[in-house]
């Protein structure tokens, strides 16, 4: 995400590490380049403006101009002021005690609001509580469905009326939720493709029937500038509580982002970062910051492993690593462990050094499907033990799998190269236990990034 300003930024900050010295004039000059990247990336003109001016003030100061590494430091007050921008980290949903917890989503037509209502109540149920879904589009067609099946997939039931107003349904929602104790309800509004006086009513009558807890505009965020002046524009009409950004994994950009805090004065609280269920994130200011400029979000690399590794399987692996009797089905399983991590472009993206590289490498995330499908290829003995895949097994599993010799020769190369490297870790059981695949060697071999 954002490659496009990361890009154009770190273009500046190279010319700016390049000089001997900093003055006030090439302060400026790179500040003119700062200014035409966050053009070109959409974000508000007024915002832009500020930024660049708040910036330049702390930069031609004394602190930077007698810093040992004043490019350095330029870098640190573009990142500080790019976190002023966003706001301080706003994640938390208020939840009230002794009655359900009332959400309702609101946003222009084709935002992803049925989908993000879906996301948020997976995530509100893995905090413990129990959501119920309400299906208050009756403009769009299939709205209902949509929902009933999101619902069908978390297991999460949705309170639906045919032929109903969307008044009424969310009336008898409220008496369905506290008869059947869900803690939360979460309602799915109409959208429009523009604002028009008609979804406003209908919007503000949900709003007095419900008097809802808290209220999320969700926009997509590959709209740039459009989906902040609708943000505005809503927020003036009838008020939110904070924004869920949808398909920032698709923005390269980052207008929304960037300018949506500062125009409205209202938090970005979510990002959704894919269709998947399960990929709708908090939005952390400091972290994104770190991203744009190129530093990588390690924390949120952490987060993601924590919760795609399983740690009493991490047991049995360090016990195995121990006992030298790890098989390729180990390496089958951390293959999987990487994958819910996400997209394996956005996850190298949030190491350090390498999230404006990213921009351009192709990485193939059939390859993992590949090497799951000549490990699902072999038998069990020699998944147990690969040092006996032979010649002639190899063209079997090869034949099997639909790939070629070399790709299972290259596969049991990376695997006796891992095996080899763990062993250097045997007594430290802790630090075994912690290990991913990420820091064991993940296969990227030739095949994997061009």
């Excluded at 008898?172 to 604002?195: C, M, P, Q």
């Amino acid at each position: 995400m954002f490659e496009s300003i990361a890009n154009s930024l770190e273009g500046v900050f190279s010319k700016l590490r390049g000089k001997g010295r900093l003055t006030e004039s090439n302060i400026k000059d790179g500040m003119h380049e700062v200014r035409l990247a966050l053009l070109e990336a959409d974000v508000n003109y007024k915002v832009v403006k500020d930024f660049v001016q708040h910036v330049t003030e702390r930069a031609v100061g004394e602190e930077v101009v007698r810093s040992i590494a004043p490019g350095q430091q330029v870098i640190k007050i573009v990142h500080d002021e790019l976190i002023k921008l966003m706001g301080e980290s706003d994640t938390a949903i208020p939840f009230k005690d002794g009655e359900p917890t009332v959400i309702m989503l609101v946003g222009l037509q084709g935002s992803g609001k049925t989908t993000t209502a879906g996301k948020l109540a997976k995530t509100i149920f893995s905090k413990g509580k129990k959501p119920l879904l309400v299906a208050a589009d009756t403009q769009r067609p299939a709205a209902v469905e949509q929902l009933k099946v999101l619902g069908q997939q978390l297991t999460v039931p949705v309170y639906f009326e045919l032929n109903s107003q969307p008044v009424k349904i969310c009336k008898n929602a409220v008496k369905y939720a506290k008869e059947n104790a869900h803690d939360v309800f979460i309602v799915d509004t109409a959208g429009r493709l523009h604002i028009d006086n008609e979804l406003m009513f209908e919007l503000k009558e949900i709003k007095e029937e419900l008097e809802p807890h808290q209220i999320y505009f969700v926009c997509d965020s590959m709209t740039g500038q459009d989906a902040v002046n609708s943000a505005k524009e809503f927020n003036t009409q009838l008020g939110f509580d904070g924004v869920i950004l949808t398909k920032l994994d698709g923005d390269t950009r980052g207008g929304a982002a960037l300018s949506i805090r500062a125009v409205t004065g209202k938090p970005i609280k979510f990002v959704g970062i894919g269709e998947k269920l399960d990929r709708l994130e908090e939005f952390h200011p400091d972290r994104m910051a770190s991203r744009i400029l190129g530093m990588g979000d390690v924390v949120s690399l952490v987060e993601r492993a924590q919760q795609a590794v399983n740690m009493e399987e991490a047991h049995k692996l360090s016990k195995k690593i121990q006992d030298d009797t790890l098989g390729l089905d180990d390496f089958l399983m951390q293959l999987q462990q990487i994958k819910k991590m996400g997209p394996l472009k956005e996850v190298l993206g949030m190491i350090p050094g390498l999230g404006n590289k990213m921009d351009g490498l192709n990485v193939d995330e059939k390859q993992l499907q590949r090497l799951e499908a000549i490990i699902r290829s072999m038998t069990t003995a020699e998944r147990k033990n690969p040092d006996i895949v032979n010649g002639s097994r190899r063209q079997r599993v090869a034949n099997g799998s639909g790939a070629t010799i070399q790709d299972v020769n290259q596969l049991l190369r990376q695997f006796k190269s891992m095996k080899k490297l763990m062993k250097h870790f045997k007594g430290n059981e802790k630090g075994l236990k912690k290990m991913s695949l990420l820091s064991k060697g993940l296969p990227l071999g030739k095949g994997m990034m061009r």
